[in-house]
Each structure stands twice: as C-alpha cells, then as structure tokens.
C-alpha cells in the first residue's frame, strides 16, 4: 500500500484482487488505449521514410504489450538509478517495454521523440516543458516532485511522516534546541522543513529561525560548506535534521575537525538512507525510503492508466522508516528491535514474517504475501535454528550460505542483517524463559547464531567484492570505450562498433537531417540481431526503428535507452541503446553519461580536423596566390626591360623608401644577371624624393652591379635630386637629367662599363 496526500490508502493496481496476470497486450484494454492514442497522428511520407506507418504491433505483425516511456535527466547514482531499475522491474512484470530517454520533456522534443512507440510517461523530477506532453493526453505521472501543472498524478517520499518520526525520536532522547539543514531549492526539503516546524509545535517547542541552515545543494560540497554556519550555533542546539543523508555526511567531518563530539554535544539524523550512511563515521541515522518503491508505483500507476483505470488522487506518497544509529545516540541494533516488543513466536509462530519484515522496511510484507516468496531462504533458516534447539541435524551448509545470500541480496544494510539474528537470539531466550532448556541446547542455538553472524558476514563481504568488481569492469570499460572513441576514426566512430567492449546488446546511432527525421549512421547488434540499415531515414515520432529491435524487447526484459548526443556547438542525433539491466549497462558511475559525451566529442573533433584540413588546404592555396600576387607587384614595382644589347632600362614611379629600395636592389642585381646587362639605366623621373637612406641604398646597388661588371646610369636626376645626393658615395654611378641624355651617351659610345670603384660622371 502506498498513500495519498490525505493519508489515505491508495492501493495499488498489484494489489487489486480479480486482476489479471498484468499482461498488457495488443488485444487488451491497454492495446485498445495504445492505439486509440496513435489516431488522429501524421504518419508522414511513408515512401520517403523506413518505418512502417502501423502502431500497436511489433516485429512480424505480433501483438506487442505496453510501451512505458520514462523521461529522466541523470540515469545513474544513488537515487535514479535505483528510481529507473524500479519501473524496469515493474514494466517487465506487466510484459511491458521499459524506453527511458536521458534529458528533459523540453530537452529531448517530447512529446515527438518516439511518440508513435510510448503508451504511458514517467518524467522523474525534471519536469520542464511537461505541459506539452501532458497535452498529448496519454497516461504521464510524474515521480519525485509534486507538480501543480499538467494534471498529472505525482509518486513521492512521505516526507511529513518520515521527519516527523525524526524530530519525535530526538524530542524522545531529550533534545529541544533542535536545529535544520538544507537546500530549499527542492521541494522535497521544503517539505521536510514544513514537517520540522509542524512536529516542533505540536511538542510546543518555540520555531528558531536562527536555528534553520540553508545549503547550495543537497550534495556532500553543500553540507560541508555550509558547516561554519552550525559550528557558529554550536552552543544554541543539541541536534540537527538534515534535509539530506549527503548534506549530513559531507558536513560531518567538519564538525568532528573542529571538535564537536557526534552523538554526545550534537545528535545528527539524515534523510533518505544512502549506502554511505552505513558507514560513515559514525554511522548516520536516517530516514530510509526505498527508490526501487518510487519507480515501482509509478509504474504501477501508469500501467493502470494505459489499462484505462481512473487516475489516483494527485499525490501518492511511498512509506519510509526511521533507522537510528550512533550518530542520534541510538544502539544500532537495538534500532531495529524494541525491548517491549514480543516476537512473533508467541502469537503463533510467524518468525519467518518478522524476518523478512526486517530486511524489507519500509517495504510492506503484505498479509497474502509469504515470507518464503520474498525470501525463499528463511524456511531453511528457521530449520536450522530448530534443529540447533533440538539437536537434530542442520541443514546443509552450503544451502545455508545460499539462503544467508538471498538475504542480504535484499537488504544489504549491516543494521538490517545483524537485527535478523538478534531477532533469533531474543525469540530462543523468551522460548526458554516459557519452555525452560537445558545448558547444552543453549550452547548449540549459540554455535548457530554464531555461524549465521559469520555467514551473513561473508556473504555481505562478497556483495561488496562483486561492486568493487563491477566497478572494475567499468573502469575498463570506459577506458576501452574511450579510447576507441577518441583515437579512431570518426567512421569507427560511428559504426559503434567500440560497443562490443561494453554489455550492449543492441544499438542504433541516427543523426539529423533536419527538425523532424533522423537518418541512421551506425548500427550494433550483438549475436548478429537485426539492426536498421545505414543511410535509412525514419520519422522522430517513430525512433527507434520497432520493428527493427531484438526479438528479445517484446518482453521487456532488455531496457531501451535513448541518449541525445551533442555538444555545446551541435545537437548531432539521437543514440539508441539496448542491455540485459540498467545496472548492467549503465553502473552507478554514470557509464552511459560517459559515452554519451565521448561520442559527440569524438564526432566534433574529426569534423575539427576535417575542418582544419580544409582550412589548411586553402591556406596553402591562398598563399601560393600570394606569392604569385606578390612576385607580380615586385615586377610592376621594379619592371626590367631589355632596351638594347646590354642595356636594361629600371623605369621607377612612385615613392621610394627603404624597404622598397632593397627590393630594388636585389631586382637589379638578378636582371644584370639575367640579361647580361652591360648598362642599368635606372631611370627615377617619376619618384617624388630620394631622401639620405635611399640613396645610400641606390649607392649599394652601384657597388654591387660593379662587381658584376656592369654600370649603374640614374636617369632623371632633378636638381633638389643632385643635391640630395651630393654626400653619398655613388661608386661608378653616372647621373643624367634625362633619358635621351643617357642614349645620346650610349649611341656615341660616351658611356663605358665601370673599371674600378669611384668612377663617375655628370652630364
């Protein structure tokens, strides 16, 4: 059972009685809801596009069950992951597809993204542009936050009832100066700050504003800055409710740093039961919800909409329960177990239900549900507890590893697990105080509480061999992945064939061609399942392809995930992932994040170097035009023109400075070389001035024509040109007025070569 806002019951479609099996296929009412949701759509150009324009079958015109669509920004971590593998385990025991898209309704274009596959919604917490697919009018619920807009049910934390419980234990163990932390930026801690304030007023403690800290976040940095500002009220309260368990673990060492002693001077009690809370030091108490519960009546919820049931009220509110620890100054199992409480052996022998009650809080036990069904091991248990009071022989111990495994794969919290046989102890010692026993069954019951208290040690030391193995895995993983990626090409880039390194199954990579079709670029399929053909175009409302998928996906036991790829430049497609389990494909390390954000980056960097390329190549170009240009204006700045046998008239116009003197120059020096000029007539009628630096340089010219056995004649020398040239030392340089002047020379045989250095003549 879960509850409404009102904190009535709601129960849950699982639970209805006269149900059916929960298959929700073609021909059933959620079939006929699926398809009645589909009509009225465009198909487009079905000639254009690859997909087929029927809706509510799947590969080879089968029937097919629901399709869950699930919106969730984040896919891994403490809460999401968890959140998501709710409603994947739900879905698929409801025969339904479980399609998760990473982003935002507004983000990712829904309602349009897989429009034609998607029967029933589940947006998780980010909930931008969730008007327009409320508009679509299909099934939506919406799970983590209360949303006032889209009509739409919402799946929550009970948070009153879980602080409530918090500030009650404290207010129990004597604390009045109760301080709280928290972001309120989140609706959630809004709600739990309400529920502080409430639960103050009703034990008539006075509300302190000055005793409320406001973090950035709800993460570890947000707790450990905020620190300081508790530390400054460290002699106003006794206690402290954080908003978050990551709030209160990041503050923690600050607090101990500075030397507050946890749980003596400040009593400190967290919210949502992360696997750190356990071992923090000391460990946190806290509220425990579990996520899976979220994502498993949302699920719930949203299969009976598809179904065509009436919606439930706006608010569902999954339990939780207090879990005290050191860090509230609580005895850690004794948390679990209260002294008055009798156990269950006395109202007739439900042991086993108390049992799995334990590991299962706040999960309900319901009354039509056997123990042995969550926990097919506790009959095995409870046998050998029996034979050890009776002597008889145990069961075999390797059956009884199996069953201490099966326990702890449902609650892995070591509170949880040493409570089970704390639970055995005091039911054996109220047996006794009843019954009375003899010294040596004592002795036996106390061997096999010890072998439980050791197998259950082994068995969570193996939990966390398997993480620790796992995360192995996907260190390598990413690595392999990322190394593909961004050293090969942007071919192998987009063939995906860097997925074989990873558990996909199945994936589809497709990129825009415009606003509304996606052309496919790459395709895996792992064991040679079908996948989409390269270059086949198909329609946003209908990716990925569905008659294209394994044949496995009918059953829902493979997650479909679609992850946008782009970057802060480009939004570049949509990539298309199938695997055996969120956890499998996706880890708690944000793995499918990573690639993600490797994949449009390898994508980029190629099209970088593609660019650069091109670039480079016109670059190129452009300066071999500039040189060509260049070679050009240096002949039209100093042309050469061969006037007679070994004569070179340099006709010059325009200004001359340094820099073009030097080309000059150089020009000449070539062109006496080139033409055998025996004679330079440099004729500078048409520059305006020859200040000092340039005639130094038309002296160098001089000298350097000489050593080349020819002469340098400058044609056009005006007045105010002689006197500037009075000073400079021309070498064998003649100077004439004009061009006529130096010919009549030349033709009269006036003019000869240069036989030594100082030779000159004026005319």
């Known amino acids: 059972m879960v509850q409404d806002s009102r904190g009535s019951e709601v129960e849950l479609p699982e639970q209805r009685r006269g149900k059916s099996d929960g298959s929700l296929h073609g021909d059933s009412a959620a079939g006929q809801q699926a398809t009645g949701a589909g009509a009225g759509r465009s198909t487009g150009d079905a000639s254009r596009l690859a997909d ?80 327009q697919l409320a508009a679509e009018r299909i099934p939506l619920v919406v799970v983590g936050t209360h949303v006032h807009k889209g009509n739409c049910p919402s799946v929550i934390p009970d948070n009153h009832s879980g602080i409530r419980s918090v500030v009650r234990h404290l207010i129990d163990h004597g604390h009045r100066r109760i301080a709280f932390v928290g972001c309120f930026h989140e609706s959630d801690v809004r709600e739990r700050f309400d529920a502080y304030r409430e639960t103050l007023a009703e034990a008539g403690i006075p509300f302190d504003p000055e005793l409320v800290i406001r973090t950035d976040d709800n993460w570890y940095p947000g707790g450990e800055k905020a620190a300081p500002q508790l530390l400054a009220r460290r002699n106003a309260c006794t206690a402290a409710v954080f908003g978050t368990d990551k709030n209160a673990i990041g503050m923690m060492p600050s607090l101990k740093a500075a030397g507050v002693r946890i749980p003596e001077e400040l009593a400190i009690v967290g919210f949502d039961d992360v696997p750190e809370a356990q071992t923090s030091d000391p460990p946190l108490a806290t509220v425990r919800q579990h996520f899976e519960m979220l994502g498993s009546a949302a699920c719930e919820l949203v299969v009976s909409m598809i179904a065509g049931e009436t919606a439930p009220p706006e608010l569902v509110l999954t339990p939780n329960t207090l879990i005290p620890r050191i860090s509230c100054g609580c005895d850690v199992l004794q948390s679990f177990l209260g002294e008055d409480e009798a156990p269950g052996e006395q109202a007739g022998g439900d042991l086993d239900r108390r049992m799995v009650e334990l590991l299962l809080a706040p999960r309900p036990l319901t009354p039509d549900t056997s123990p042995t069904a969550v926990w097919p091991g506790v009959a ?35 509170g949880t697990l040493m409570a089970l046989v704390r639970l055995l102890r005091r039911s054996h010692e109220r047996r006794r105080e009843r019954l009375g026993g003899d010294a040596a069954s004592a002795q036996r019951v106390e061997a096999f509480l010890d072998g439980a208290h050791l197998s259950i040690a082994r068995a969570r030391l193996s939990v966390e061999a398997e993480f620790v193995a796992q995360l192995g895995m ?83 036991a493979l997650m479909m995930i679609l992850l946008p790829i782009r970057t802060a430049r480009r939004d570049w497609g949509v990539l298309a992932l199938m695997g055996p389990t969120l956890r499998e494909l996706t880890g708690d390390e944000g793995t499918v994040g990573v690639w993600a954000s490797l994949l449009p980056a390898a994508l980029e960097r190629d099209e970088l170097v593609q660019s650069l390329s091109t670039k480079n190549a016109e670059l190129q170009t452009a300066y071999a035009s500039e040189r060509t240009l260049s ?64 005639a130094q340089v038309l002296g160098q010219t001089s000298r350097a024509v000489a050593l080349l056995g020819a002469r340098v004649v400058l044609v056009g020398v005006r007045p105010e040109i002689a006197r500037s040239l009075m000073d400079v030392e021309l070498g064998s340089l003649a100077t004439y007025s004009s061009l006529a002047g130096a010919l009549h020379e030349l033709t009269e045989g006036g003019l000869r070569p240069a036989t030594g250095p100082g030779a000159r003549r004026r005319r």
């Open 52 to 131: 087929p324009p029927l809706r509510g079958t799947g590969a080879h015109g089968t029937p097919r069950g629901a399709t869950v669509g699930v919106i969730s920004p984040y896919l891994d971590g403490s809460f999401w992951n968890p959140v998501l593998a709710g409603i994947h385990e739900t879905a698929r025991q409801h025969g339904c597809r479980t399609l998760v898209m990473r982003g935002t309704p507004a983000s990712l274009q829904a309602p349009s993204l897989a429009r034609e596959q998607v029967d029933g919604w589940i947006v998780v917490i980010g909930v931008d542009g969730i008007e």
């Open 380 to 414: 095995l248990v409870l046998e050998a507890y029996e034979a050890a009071i009776e002597g008889a022989a145990p069961p075999p111990a390797k059956a009884l590893e199996r069953a201490y495994h099966q326990a702890v794969r449902i609650s892995s919290d070591l």
């Open 474 to 556: 996907l260190v390598r993983s990413n690595h392999d992945v990322g190394l593909a990626l961004l050293s090969g090409s942007q071919q192998e880039s987009l063939s995906l064939s860097w997925l074989a390194k990873t558990s996909a199954i199945w994936a589809c990579l497709a990129l825009w061609e415009d606003a509304k079709t996606l052309v496919v670029a790459g395709a895996y399929g792992r064991d040679g399942s079908a996948t989409p053909p390269i270059g086949s175009r198909h329609r946003l409302e209908a990716f990925p392809p569905e008659h294209l998928l394994p044949p496995s996906a009918a059953s829902g």
């Open 631 to 694: 070679d050009t204006v240096r002949e039209l700045g100093c042309p050469l023109i061969p006037l007679l046998p070994g004569v070179m008239l340099v006709p010059l116009i325009g200004a001359i400075d340094r820099d073009r003197a030097l080309q000059v120059l150089t020009a000449v020096v070539e062109g006496v070389d080139r033409h055998e000029a025996r004679f330079v007539l440099l004729d500078i009628t048409g520059v305006p001035a020859v200040d000092a630096q340039v």
